[in-house]
């Protein structure tokens, strides 16, 4: 059985214009996401996805420069990336991860697809960003089977849910068999995700913290309470909330 795990990204964004190749001390937030995720021990392959928009030509540029595997989809029905994208990489689990979130927790993701993987049929989908919430944004993962993907792309017709990939999925409880992962103590107050310059400069600080010391989002948690600075530079940033916590990218 192969699992997958799927980095949506693109070089459109409106709140912070080619956010995903910005630099973070040294590394481009792409190449953060991606090197976390390769560090979880379940999945097989770790995958770029981004559109054909000769917009994000350099994006992929970049993916075959560094080696990084990399598809190609539509730029509006992210729901058809995915799926298409799973296909071609025989994907039997996949995992979305959002390619502004470099701080993605390799520990985490295991956890979330360990849930699934090894749930022995009993499952479609389970994440850690369903309410009720308790881990930090930034740190989000969902992991579905490809049945389920493929389930929701054939009958999801909502433009909403086909460019944000799983609402489908978590909206319709009675179709398909869901868990919610929590962290024992609520930190869903903690903002990692990178949307705005403030956001920027928030992940900016934690990284420079670390260098490149490996590290994990609990070590995070206690960095930022003896720096609570940290966290006031972008706690006014409005979390978009598209179905839950959806978010595209």
């Known amino acids: 059985m192969k699992t997958i795990v799927m980095i949506q990204a693109r070089l459109a964004s409106s709140r912070l214009p080619r956010k995903v190749l910005q630099d973070i001390e040294g590394h481009s937030m792409l190449a953060r996401v991606v090197n976390r995720a390769r560090q ?7 995958v770029v996805a981004t559109t054909t928009e000769s917009t994000d030509d350099e994006l992929a540029s ?16 992210v729901l058809d ?18 390619s502004d979130c470099p701080l993605v927790d390799p520990e985490i993701l295991d956890r ?14 389970a994440a850690n960003i369903l309410v009720p919430r308790t881990f930090p944004h930034g740190v989000d993962v969902e992991a579905l089977t490809f ?40 930190e869903s107050h903690y903002r990692w995700t990178v949307d705005t310059p403030e956001d920027l400069e928030t992940v900016s600080r934690i990284c420079r913290h670390f260098g490149d010391t490996d590290f994990r989002f609990q070590d995070v948690i206690e960095a930022c309470r003896q720096h ?9 940033i409005q979390q978009r909330n598209v179905h839950l916590q959806q978010r595209a990218a």
């Open 112 to 125: 979330v697809v360990g849930e699934l993987v090894n749930s022995s049929g009993t499952l479609d989908y």
């Open 147 to 186: 049945e389920a993907l493929k389930k929701s792309w054939t009958d999801a017709t909502d433009v909403s849910c086909r460019e944000h990939v799983t609402p489908w999925i978590y909206q319709n409880p009675d179709r398909f068999r869901i868990r919610n992962v929590t962290n024992v103590v609520d």
């Open 40 to 46: 979880a021990t379940i999945p097989d392959d770790v």
């Open 81 to 98: 990336r995915f799926y298409q994208a799973a296909s071609a990489f025989d994907a039997d689990f996949l995992v979305r991860v959002s």
């Open 62 to 77: 970049v993916c075959e420069k560094q080696g990084w595997s990399c598809f190609r989809g539509s730029n509006l029905d």
């Open 228 to 236: 609570p600075e940290w966290s006031h530079i972008n706690d006014h």
